[in-house]
């Protein structure tokens, strides 16, 4: 029944030690997003894939990459985590019709915290 | 993307009616207006979307002013479960959702 699903739900990582965030979907969905949300705020958007092309906002930390390598599969790495990115991170997607009528469907999130 | 504002927090009743407004003054003519909810410990999901008339589906319904300025999200019956985020988003074609505060809504027994 799940729709988008992410692994782990929580994970610890060390200061300056890569980690690896993934998110799959059973939806067939075209575009996939990533979302940080700290403590307390909204959720902001890293970046976003429309099938394979990757989009990055524009403040995005150099230090997030994610890979796309097929279109159920999503993943968002953090090559050197630092305390400032300890939050949660959401994955979502959409058909990618048009934005504007576009629905997103979220997953659960996954708690990164750096110690 | 039209720039939204939402009071930071509002309170219900159990089984009484709730409005919850958004001012989106600066929204264009083609901007559609979002609501989406988090729940605690969840991620965001779709609530209601709407353009110009007013919406209804099972979860709520979205009255929006005929100036466009402001919508309002109407749960009917708000129950325990219906206590979350409630973000109002504004939405133009080849955006993506740059999302507000929103209203933190606590729901009493």
């Known amino acids: 029944d799940a729709m988008v699903i992410q692994n782990p739900r929580y994970q610890v990582t060390q200061f300056g030690k890569p980690v690896t965030l993934s998110c799959s979907q059973t939806?067939?969905?075209?575009?996939m997003y990533w979302y940080q949300q700290k403590s307390s705020q909204a959720p902001k958007l890293l970046f976003h894939?429309?099938?394979?092309?990757?989009?990055n906002e524009a403040d995005t930390p150099d230090n997030f990459q994610s890979r796309r390598p097929n279109t159920s599969f999503c993943f968002l790495d953090i090559r050197s985590p630092g305390l400032g990115d300890a939050a949660m991170y959401l994955c979502?997607?959409?058909?990618?019709?048009?934005?504007?009528?576009?629905?997103?469907?979220f997953g659960p999130g996954t708690r990164l915290t750096v110690l | 993307d039209a720039k939204t504002t939402q009071p930071n927090s509002m309170e219900s009743n159990e089984e009484e009616p709730v409005h919850l407004p958004c001012n989106h003054s600066?929204?264009?003519?083609?901007?559609?207006i979002h609501w989406y909810r988090q729940l605690p410990s969840q991620g965001p999901e779709y609530v209601i979307h709407?353009?110009?008339s007013n919406v209804n589906n099972r979860m709520a319904s979205l009255a929006i002013a005929e100036d466009r300025k402001s919508s309002t999200l109407i749960l009917h019956r708000a129950t325990l479960r219906d206590a979350a985020v409630y973000y109002c988003?504004?939405?133009?074609?080849?955006?993506?959702?740059?999302f507000g505060p929103g209203t933190r809504l606590s729901v009493l027994p």
């Open positions: 894939y429309y099938d394979k092309d990757f989009n």
């Open positions: 979502a997607t959409s058909r990618g019709g048009g934005v504007s009528t576009d629905t997103q469907y």
């Open positions: 939806l067939n969905h075209n575009v």
């Open positions: 988003i504004g939405v133009n074609y080849g955006q993506n959702f740059v």
């Open positions: 600066t929204i264009s003519g083609t901007d559609y």
């Open positions: 709407g353009l110009t």
